[in-house]
């Protein structure tokens, strides 16, 4: 049995196997893009529900994991050279799952590099700015004098990061062709959750976006989305 004492956040979150992947999460945009990524991979997990209304991500023990307070983080048991390793950051974890079952990412070299650069798009364009949209969309309407200026510019922004994956999946079935990889995962919940979490459907002009509109449907349809979607549940 693998002994995962070294890592503080097991003493707030107890393994009940330890021997299995221990996921520190929640169904947010950026912490299910892992769970969806371990059903598609079949990896035996236990997922852990992170009480963001109990600020349970900032405690000194989610933190000794991830020193930044933000979900996802996980702990493999068996990591490289069987050891334990923690992981944080959403797109590290991906890659790391990906290359440790060599699915989900393309054996040739340049493919592989061309599916990083979209997770990499997700990473720092996509995630970031569909989430300052959210915000001041749904959130803080009445917490800020003039919100319709960032409001629109957040939107317009997100508009035109669909435009770009409206224009890459024109003729495609998933980001990289015919096979779908961690881009595909690091993407669609984003998508999806500005319409589930914030109500943007109309305001972003989902309408006008059938590539996407179709492949978010081809995605949200794998059984590992389904369930993944619904990791972790709450208590």
């Known amino acids: 049995m693998a002994d995962l004492s070294s ?3 097991t003493k707030k979150w107890p393994a009940k196997n330890p021997d299995v992947i221990q996921l520190y999460s929640l169904a947010t945009p950026n912490g299910v893009k892992v769970s969806i990524a371990l059903e598609e991979l079949g990896l035996p997990y236990e997922a852990h529900y992170v009480d963001f209304g109990e600020n349970e991500q900032k405690s000194p023990e989610f933190v000794s994991l991830n020193p930044n307070g933000r979900i996802p983080a996980l702990i493999d048991p068996d990591g490289p050279g069987g050891k334990p ?27 592989r590099y061309e599916t990083l650069c979209w997770v990499m798009f997700q990473m720092g364009g996509v995630g970031p700015m569909f989430g300052q949209f ?6 803080a309407a009445d917490k800020v004098a003039n919100n319709s200026y960032p409001m629109e510019r957040y939107r317009d922004e997100t508009k035109r990061l669909l435009s770009v994956l409206e224009e890459r999946l024109k003729d495609r079935r998933w980001i990289m062709g015919e096979e779908h990889t961690i881009a595909d995962i690091a993407l669609y919940p984003w998508v999806r959750g500005a319409d589930v979490f914030y109500g943007g459907r109309e305001v972003l002009d989902y309408a006008g976006f059938p590539a996407v ?9 794998r059984p590992a989305a389904i369930r993944g979607l619904e990791v972790p549940s709450k208590g």
């Open 213 to 221: 509109m179709a492949w978010l449907e081809r995605c949200l349809a």
């Open 85 to 111: 390793i923690g992981l944080f950051e959403s797109g590290a974890i991906l890659i790391y799952l990906a290359e440790k079952t060599g699915k989900l990412l393309p054996a040739d070299a340049a493919a």
């Open 7 to 9: 890592f503080p956040i």
């Open 134 to 139: 959210g915000h001041f969309y749904k959130f």
